[in-house]
C-alpha cells in the first residue's frame, strides 16, 4: 500500500497526526484511493472581517452538541479562527469529546498556481471519508478566485454585515447568485435589518430562484438555530449546481495550466509567435491526456 493510502487508513482510525499528515500529501499532489460517496461540504464566504470565523465558531458549538463532527479548510485566513476561542473555552472546560470533534487545518493559496483546487476536492473527500460529518472551507470572499474555492462545496453560506458596502462588492462579485443561504450578521448593530433588505432586493432583480436570507449575530447567538436548519435542509438548487460546477471545470483547468512543466516554453512560443494561443491549448490539452492523472 501507498504512504498516502497508509496514512488514509490510519487517519480514518481516528488518528490526528496521520490526518494532518495525509491532508499535507494531498496538498503536495499526491492522491489517496478514497471509495467513498461525497460527505456534507459546506462553503463559507463574505467580505473580510465579516464574522465568519465568529459565526462558523457557533455553528460548531451548535453541531458538536448534537453528536456531530466538523473540519474547517481555512483558506488564507487573515484572523485565526475565532471559533478557536469557543473550543479554547471547552477546553478549559474539560471537555475532550468536543475537541476530539473538531479539526481546523489553515491553507494558502500562494501556494498552488492558479489557485488550490483540484487538492481541495481531494481534502473535503478525504475528510469525509475519515468520518467527518460537517466538512466546511471559509475564505474570504473578494472575488474570482474565492468564488471558484467555494464552488467546491455542494452548498455555499455568504455571509454579509450591515455595511452597505460589502454587499455592492459580493454583488459585483457574483457571489450572490452562488449562494444557497445568505446571513447577515452583526444584526446586534444598527443597519442589518436594511441591509437584509437590500440583499433581498437584489436577489428579487436576479434570475433563478434567490437564497433565503436570515439576520443573525454571532457574538450573541440569534438566528443561528434557524440558520443551521436551512443549510441542512436546502435542495440542491440545479441552475446554482451548474454555475458551481462550471467553476470548478475552470478552476481545475487553471490549476493544470499553470503548473504545467512546460508552460513557460509555451508562453515563450507564443510569445515569438511561433505557436498560435489555439494550437499552445490542444498541445498543452494531448500532453495533460498523456499524463493521465493531472486532472
Ligand atoms: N457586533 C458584532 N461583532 C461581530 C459579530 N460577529 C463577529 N463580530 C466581530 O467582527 C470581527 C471579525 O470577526 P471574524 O469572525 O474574525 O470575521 P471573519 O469574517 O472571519 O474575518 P476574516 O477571516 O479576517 O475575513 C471580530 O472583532 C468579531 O468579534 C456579531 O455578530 N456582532
Ligand atoms: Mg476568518
Known amino acids: 500500500m501507498s504512504t498516502v493510502n497508509q496514512l488514509l487508513v490510519s487517519a480514518r482510525s481516528g488518528n490526528r497526526r496521520s490526518l494532518a499528515k495525509l491532508l499535507t500529501a494531498i496538498e503536495s499532489g499526491q492522491t489517496p484511493v478514497i471509495q467513498q460517496e461525497r460527505g456534507w461540504i459546506l462553503g463559507v464566504t463574505g467580505p473580510p472581517g465579516v ?22 479548510l481555512a483558506v488564507d485566513p487573515t484572523s485565526p479562527m475565532t471559533g478557536g476561542a469557543i473550543l479554547a473555552d471547552r477546553l478549559r472546560m474539560g471537555d475532550a469529546d468536543s475537541t476530539d470533534s473538531v479539526f481546523v487545518r489553515s491553507l494558502a493559496t500562494r501556494n498552488h498556481p492558479g489557485g488550490l483546487m483540484p487538492c481541495l476536492g481531494k481534502m473535503t473527500e478525504a475528510l469525509s471519508a475519515c468520518g467527518w460529518t460537517r466538512v466546511i472551507i471559509e475564505t474570504v470572499g473578494s472575488g474570482q478566485s474565492e468564488i471558484r474555492v467555494v464552488a467546491f462545496a455542494d452548498r455555499v453560506l455568504l455571509i454579509d454585515g450591515p455595511d452597505r458596502g460589502d454587499i455592492v462588492q459580493a454583488e459585483k462579485a457574483g457571489i450572490l447568485e452562488l449562494a444557497d443561504v445568505i446571513a447577515i450578521n452583526k444584526a446586534d448593530l444598527p443597519n442589518a435589518q436594511s441591509a437584509a433588505a437590500a440583499v433581498r432586493k437584489a436577489l428579487d432583480m436576479g434570475e433563478g430562484p434567490g437564497a433565503q436570507v436570515h439576520l443573525v449575530s454571532a457574538i450573541e447567538g440569534t438566528g443561528v438555530s434557524e440558520l443551521i436548519a436551512d443549510l441542512e435542509s436546502c435542495e440542491l438548487e440545479p441552475s446554482r449546481d451548474m454555475l458551481r460546477i462550471r467553476e470548478r471545470l475552470i478552476a481545475s483547468w487553471d490549476a493544470a495550466l499553470l503548473s504545467h512543466s512546460q508552460i513557460k516554453s509555451y508562453l515563450g512560443k507564443i510569445g515569438d509567435g511561433s505557436l498560435t494561443v489555439g494550437e499552445a491549448i490542444i498541445d498543452i490539452g494531448c500532453s495533460l491526456k498523456a499524463d493521465g492523472e493531472k486532472l
Open 51 to 72: 464574522g465568519k470565523s465568529t459565526l462558523i465558531g457557533r455553528m460548531i458549538e451548535y453541531w458538536v452538541s448534537r453528536g456531530e463532527t466538523v473540519a474547517v
